[in-house]
């Protein structure tokens, strides 16, 4: 093995279809377990079948016949998750609610998400909490192994209410039901049960409903958009499939204290907490994904009435009544400090937050990028390096249902693996720039090297 730079994981690459059935050992290696993040170095790693068989200090190494892989000056932390984003595979920048993505194929935009969970994975994101139809199917394909991509934990369509938030009212009734590309129309409670149980049918892995608006030119998230009977009843039948999770898109007071009744597992966004709500988050163990970046600087992304926003344009009002209403300064920054005092609530009563970009198409957001944008805006607003990595592993594989299988390196666990030339938790830029990764590993079996897939 030629352990020259830029080549030390050459005999990864050379056999990485026979590691998936084999032994491999990483020696000499400095490892960040994603628990307590404390560096431990001279450490062996041992691999078999994609999982993580064995850690120990070299000092207690024997070696045998598995093949061993000499990492020294390397460390190894967990994979990153995001525990929010749709991998929509579609291509605009919000105008008219989401019609410039309706109105392609949806075999393009299926193709196109490939892509994205791709782009991710280059990150160094090797699990994906997806709100999508593709990631229904993406998970399939990734988890046959015949190309490199992310572990894809499915929620498919969230449900949401007809005309409410991910609705395109612009748009046929009929053709959105048909086409619409993360959200299915779902109204009454039988009818919720239903679509739980459709979407539960095409294999997901969690449900995810919309119970408030979202901002969008045809909805506000001032509205409640779910009856607490139409909650129950989506948080009911998705519980009956047991390991079944719910998380549910939460932007007002009253309905996080809905959800929470009715027994959600984890609060999307969340930026009208207060401590009563925080308090019983914690206590039940409901996770807080805040998207924090998206929500701080929605107003930098946002166009409003009277404003030249760059991104995300948004229509005139949808309602008449409001069409000559517009927003102020004052009530802008009176949303970015409810949204940054909930998130600080939230810490301080120690609510579980994983991490969520909740990017939905490019070139809205990009993918990957708006990800680690989520990381740095974590500890801009108060979290330690170490509470931000964890939300990045150890939370949000909690968030995924997934704590069993990811988010540490822990024996048993699976083989998702980053690999740096220096600590990043003490050089946060390591872990945020994509060229600071040296190699992901997904399964036990070398993915990418160097910011290119590695096959």
Request: net charge negative; glycine share 8%.
């Given at each position: 093995i030629q352990q020259t730079e830029g080549s030390v994981l050459l005999f990864i690459i050379e056999r990485g279809e026979m590691m998936i059935e084999g032994r491999y050992v990483l020696t000499n290696i400095t490892i960040i377990n994603g628990k307590n993040n404390r560096a431990k170095p001279d450490m062996f790693l041992k691999i078999h079948d994609?999982?993580?068989?064995?850690?120990?200090?070299?000092?207690?190494?024997?070696?045998?016949?598995?093949?061993?892989?000499?990492?020294?000056?390397?460390?190894?932390?967990?994979?990153?998750?995001?525990?929010?984003?749709?991998?929509?595979?579609?291509?605009?920048?919000?105008l008219w609610g989401d019609t410039e993505i309706l109105c392609e194929p949806k075999e393009v935009r299926a193709m196109r998400s490939v892509y994205e969970a791709q782009k991710m994975l280059k990150h160094g994101f090797t699990t994906l909490r997806d709100i999508s139809w593709n990631g229904l199917y993406l998970k399939r394909i990734f988890h046959d192994k015949v190309m490199p991509g992310p572990k894809v934990i499915a929620c498919g369509p969230g449900l949401a209410r007809s005309g409410g938030h991910c609705d395109s009212p612009q748009l046929p009734l009929e053709f959105v039901k048909k086409n619409h590309f993360w959200a299915i129309l779902s109204d009454g409670r039988e009818e919720c049960i239903k679509n739980v149980r459709r979407v539960l049918r095409e294999g997901a892995d969690q449900i995810k409903f919309w119970a408030t608006g979202g901002n969008w030119g045809t909805d506000r998230i001032t509205d409640t958009h779910y009856s607490q009977e139409e909650m129950n009843a989506i948080c009911e039948e998705a519980h009956r499939i047991a390991g079944t999770m719910v998380c549910a898109h939460c932007e007002t007071e009253e309905t996080i204290r809905m959800a929470l009744k009715a027994g959600v597992d984890t609060i999307e966004h969340g930026e009208e907490l207060n401590e009563k709500l925080a308090e019983e988050m914690s206590q039940k163990g409901v996770i807080l994904v805040p998207t924090l970046y998206l929500l701080a600087n929605w107003y930098d992304f946002v166009k409003t009435p009277g404003s030249d926003a760059p991104k995300l344009i948004r229509p005139d009002a949808f309602l008449y009544r409001e069409a000559d209403t517009l927003l102020t300064d004052q009530e802008k920054s009176r949303y970015h400090k409810q949204v940054i005092d909930s998130f600080h609530l939230a810490l301080k009563k120690g609510v579980k937050i994983a991490l969520g970009s909740d990017t939905v198409y490019e070139p809205a957001c990009e993918y990957g990028e708006q990800s680690m944008q989520e990381l740095k805006e974590l500890i801009k607003q108060g979290m330690s390096i170490d509470q931000a990595i964890k939300s990045a592993t150890e939370i949000a594989a909690q968030a995924c249902g997934m704590a069993h299988r990811v988010g540490t390196i822990e024996p048993g666990k699976a083989a998702d693996l980053l690999l740096f030339k220096e600590n990043p938790v003490e050089n946060i830029k390591m872990l945020t720039d994509k060229d600071n990764i040296e190699y992901v590993i997904v399964d036990g079996k070398l993915a990418v090297e160097h910011g290119k897939l590695a096959w």
């Amino acid at each position: 093995i030629q352990q020259t730079e830029g080549s030390v994981l050459l005999f990864i690459i050379e056999r990485g279809e026979m590691m998936i059935e084999g032994r491999y050992v990483l020696t000499n290696i400095t490892i960040i377990n994603g628990k307590n993040n404390r560096a431990k170095p001279d450490m062996f790693l041992k691999i078999h079948d994609g999982n993580i068989e064995e850690i120990g200090p070299m000092a207690n190494y024997v070696p045998s016949a598995s093949r061993e892989v000499d990492m020294s000056g390397y460390y190894a932390m967990p994979g990153l998750i995001d525990a929010h984003i749709h991998l929509a595979g579609g291509r605009g920048c919000g105008l008219w609610g989401d019609t410039e993505i309706l109105c392609e194929p949806k075999e393009v935009r299926a193709m196109r998400s490939v892509y994205e969970a791709q782009k991710m994975l280059k990150h160094g994101f090797t699990t994906l909490r997806d709100i999508s139809w593709n990631g229904l199917y993406l998970k399939r394909i990734f988890h046959d192994k015949v190309m490199p991509g992310p572990k894809v934990i499915a929620c498919g369509p969230g449900l949401a209410r007809s005309g409410g938030h991910c609705d395109s009212p612009q748009l046929p009734l009929e053709f959105v039901k048909k086409n619409h590309f993360w959200a299915i129309l779902s109204d009454g409670r039988e009818e919720c049960i239903k679509n739980v149980r459709r979407v539960l049918r095409e294999g997901a892995d969690q449900i995810k409903f919309w119970a408030t608006g979202g901002n969008w030119g045809t909805d506000r998230i001032t509205d409640t958009h779910y009856s607490q009977e139409e909650m129950n009843a989506i948080c009911e039948e998705a519980h009956r499939i047991a390991g079944t999770m719910v998380c549910a898109h939460c932007e007002t007071e009253e309905t996080i204290r809905m959800a929470l009744k009715a027994g959600v597992d984890t609060i999307e966004h969340g930026e009208e907490l207060n401590e009563k709500l925080a308090e019983e988050m914690s206590q039940k163990g409901v996770i807080l994904v805040p998207t924090l970046y998206l929500l701080a600087n929605w107003y930098d992304f946002v166009k409003t009435p009277g404003s030249d926003a760059p991104k995300l344009i948004r229509p005139d009002a949808f309602l008449y009544r409001e069409a000559d209403t517009l927003l102020t300064d004052q009530e802008k920054s009176r949303y970015h400090k409810q949204v940054i005092d909930s998130f600080h609530l939230a810490l301080k009563k120690g609510v579980k937050i994983a991490l969520g970009s909740d990017t939905v198409y490019e070139p809205a957001c990009e993918y990957g990028e708006q990800s680690m944008q989520e990381l740095k805006e974590l500890i801009k607003q108060g979290m330690s390096i170490d509470q931000a990595i964890k939300s990045a592993t150890e939370i949000a594989a909690q968030a995924c249902g997934m704590a069993h299988r990811v988010g540490t390196i822990e024996p048993g666990k699976a083989a998702d693996l980053l690999l740096f030339k220096e600590n990043p938790v003490e050089n946060i830029k390591m872990l945020t720039d994509k060229d600071n990764i040296e190699y992901v590993i997904v399964d036990g079996k070398l993915a990418v090297e160097h910011g290119k897939l590695a096959w």
